[in-house]
């Protein structure tokens, strides 16, 4: 009972917070860290010290977050912090269970960082370091988050491998004439190849035709986006 009345709560906690701080960025702030807040006392309670289910809710918080600043249009917004509330609550409710749910929530959370850091590079228009610098901590951290629940030592040197060809990835973007949505699909979709082959891997479930399954389904909907966007003429 308590895990569905605290799992509740957060829900209806972000669709509240968020939606009042809509318009105003320092109050999303302050609202995001409140929800992390919330949720990682109410997690402890739950789970105690378990760091990797303590850490997946303030990911997704975060990604929810970056999706959410970006998105101009109103009714979208209600929408997507709707959607975004409901999801939460079956997080909390599968939290410290291993499921392909979480795996997908844990994707998404992932592909609204990358949102986020492409975003703030394109509007404060900060140093090409400060989105390298970002891409390379958020992505060792996913990585950590992404290849817990097992131990093996050779998975500390993918941290390493998975942020650095990310970075360069994102360094490389940068400089492309597309809109920060795109780049940082593409970015996703670099993570998750990697991701996903590492993963496999590790639980000896890797094959070549997943392979050249995933790989050819990454190229095909990355050729369709890229024929789609609308690309800025070169100054």
Same mark, same amino acid.
Request: one cysteine or more.
């Given at each position: 009972?308590?895990n =569905?009345?605290? /799992?509740?709560t957060?829900?209806?906690?972000?669709?509240?917070?968020?939606?009042g /701080? =809509?318009?105003?960025?320092?109050?999303?702030?302050?609202?995001?860290?409140?929800?992390?807040?919330?949720?990682?006392?109410?997690?402890?309670? =739950?789970?105690?010290? #378990?760091?990797p289910?303590?850490?997946?809710?303030?990911?997704y918080?975060?990604?929810?977050?970056?999706?959410?600043?970006?998105?101009?249009?109103?009714?979208?917004?209600?929408?997507?912090?709707?959607?975004?509330?409901?999801?939460?609550?079956?997080l $909390?409710?599968?939290?410290?269970? $291993? /499921?392909?749910?979480?795996?997908?929530?844990?994707?998404?959370? %992932?592909?609204?960082?990358?949102v986020?850091?492409?975003?703030?590079?394109? +509007? %404060?228009?900060? *140093?090409?370091?400060?989105?390298?610098?970002?891409?390379?901590?958020? #992505?060792?951290?996913?990585?950590?988050?992404?290849?817990?629940?097992?131990s093996? *030592?050779a998975?500390?040197?993918?941290?390493?491998?998975?942020?650095?060809?990310? #970075? $360069?990835?994102?360094?490389?973007?940068s400089?492309?004439?597309?809109?920060?949505?795109?780049n940082?699909?593409?970015?996703?979709?670099?993570f +998750?190849? &990697?991701?996903?082959?590492?993963? /496999?891997?590790?639980?000896g479930?890797?094959? =070549?035709?997943?392979?050249?399954?995933?790989?050819?389904?990454?190229?095909?909907?990355? &050729?369709?986006?890229?024929? #789609?966007?609308?690309?800025?003429?070169?100054?």
């Open positions: 009972m308590f =569905r009345i605290s /799992s509740l957060l829900a209806v906690l972000l669709f509240l917070t968020f939606f /701080s =809509r318009n105003y960025h320092y109050i999303l702030l302050a609202a995001v860290v409140f929800m992390i807040l919330a949720s990682l006392a109410i997690n402890y309670k =739950r789970l105690n010290f #378990t760091w289910h303590l850490l997946l809710p303030i990911i918080l975060i990604g929810v977050t970056c999706v959410f600043a970006v998105i101009a249009n109103f009714k979208v917004q209600i929408v997507f912090l709707g959607l975004a509330s409901l999801v939460l609550y079956f $909390e409710m599968k939290l410290g269970h $291993e /499921s392909h749910f979480l795996q997908n929530i844990f994707l998404f959370s %992932v592909f609204g960082w990358y986020g850091l492409f975003a703030v590079q394109l +509007y %404060v228009r900060l *140093p090409i370091f400060f989105l390298i610098l970002g891409v390379f901590g958020s #992505t060792f951290l996913f990585a950590i988050q992404g290849f817990a629940g097992f093996l *030592p998975k500390k040197y993918f941290y390493i491998l998975l942020a650095m060809v990310t #970075t $360069e990835t994102a360094w490389g973007l400089f492309w004439p597309t809109h920060f949505l795109i940082a699909f593409v970015l996703f979709c670099i +998750y190849l &990697i991701w996903l082959f590492a993963f /496999s891997a590790f639980f479930k890797l094959s =070549r035709a997943k392979i050249y399954w995933q790989t050819s389904l990454v190229l095909f909907v990355l &050729i369709l986006v890229l024929l #789609t966007a609308t690309w800025h003429p070169l100054k």
